[in-house]
């Protein structure tokens, strides 16, 4: 079965900073291409305006409507994918890098990401949907008023709002969390799923801690007196991912850090980073970007 990588697209009703797909703004979708999807880059928050949409996501049925929001997270699968009629809907699409341009992760830890796989879908109140639909035509007002004379303030004041955007999204998904009764297993059952959430937190939180220095499933796994198999398999069974998604996903972090924002010479980040060498360093990162390290820092540094 072939899965799809979709890009954010272009046209009327689709906003953007520059020409970049780093944030991309879109109104009125009405229409989600069928068969498996799977992107690459990419997050992307769904407001249901309109309808409703039914879908699996990660083996998971998911179904939306009118005033649903759904978070979905990079490398995750869609499939299976039905919609009413009248459905129509608002996207943002967000590369990895603007969650570091808004630091979001400062004040979020890395275990949230378990809230946001078991909690994917939250219908939101009247006042949820009208704060949502205020930061949502706030976002499409500023994009707009991206031109050649405009403040070069905007694209900052653009990333603020949206990492505002995403806190409010994420205090929304813990509120709802916790009034959910669905997942109240039984007793032994709940003592189970309460070691498995904390051995997870637990490796989330060393993962992030770490800041790309360790990249070795093993390494955590004897952090945390458990075998690496064991790791995996309760990883699989409550996020549906690899441990080495998170590990992947911290080292990408710390490396992008520190060439945008530090004068760190390529070798200087490979011997901070525990790499071999630089000429390892590269091959890793381009791996993973398609972009040297050289490319990238360039890339984030032109125009400044």
């Not at 979708?29 to 999807?37: E, L, R, Y």
């Not at 409010?168 to 032994?188: G, K, Y």
Request: proline content about 4%; glycine content about 4%.
């Amino acid at each position: 079965m072939k899965i799809l990588d979709i890009k954010p697209r272009r046209g009327d009703g689709t906003y953007r900073i520059g020409d970049s797909d780093n944030l991309v703004v879109m109104e009125k979708i009405g229409f989600i291409p069928s068969g498996s999807m799977c992107l690459q880059n990419h997050g992307v928050i769904v407001f249901c305006t309109e309808g409703r949409a039914q879908f699996e996501y990660d083996g998971a049925l998911i179904q939306l409507q009118k005033n649903d929001f759904f978070l979905y997270m990079v490398h995750s699968t869609v499939c299976n994918i039905l919609t009413s009629p009248d459905f129509n809907c608002r996207q943002i699409w967000f590369e990895r890098s603007e969650l570091w341009n808004v630091d979001i992760y400062k004040q979020v830890s890395m275990a949230n990401m378990t809230l946001l796989k078991l909690h994917p879908v939250v219908h939101l109140t009247n006042n949820d949907t009208k704060l949502c639909d205020d930061y949502f035509r706030l976002l499409c007002d500023r994009m707009k008023s991206m031109t050649v004379s405009a403040s070069p303030l905007i694209p900052d004041i653009i990333r603020s709002l949206f990492g505002t955007l995403l806190l409010e999204l994420l205090s929304i998904i813990r509120r709802n969390a916790e009034h959910q009764t669905e997942w109240e297993p039984q007793e032994d059952e709940a003592h189970s799923s309460l070691h498995k959430k904390r051995v997870i937190d637990h490796f989330l939180k060393l993962v992030e801690n770490s800041d790309g220095r360790i990249r070795r499933v093993d390494e955590f796994a004897s952090q945390l007196n458990i075998t690496p198999k064991y790791l995996s398999s309760i990883i699989k069974e409550v996020m549906n991912r690899r441990p080495s998604n998170y590990i992947l996903l911290y080292t990408m972090k710390a490396i992008e850090r520190r060439l945008r924002f530090t004068d760190m010479t390529m070798q200087e980040i490979a011997n901070d980073l525990n790499f071999p060498n630089a000429s390892f360093f590269g091959k890793y990162f381009k791996e993973h970007t398609g972009m040297t390290p050289l490319e990238y820092r360039n890339k984030y540094h032109a125009g400044k």
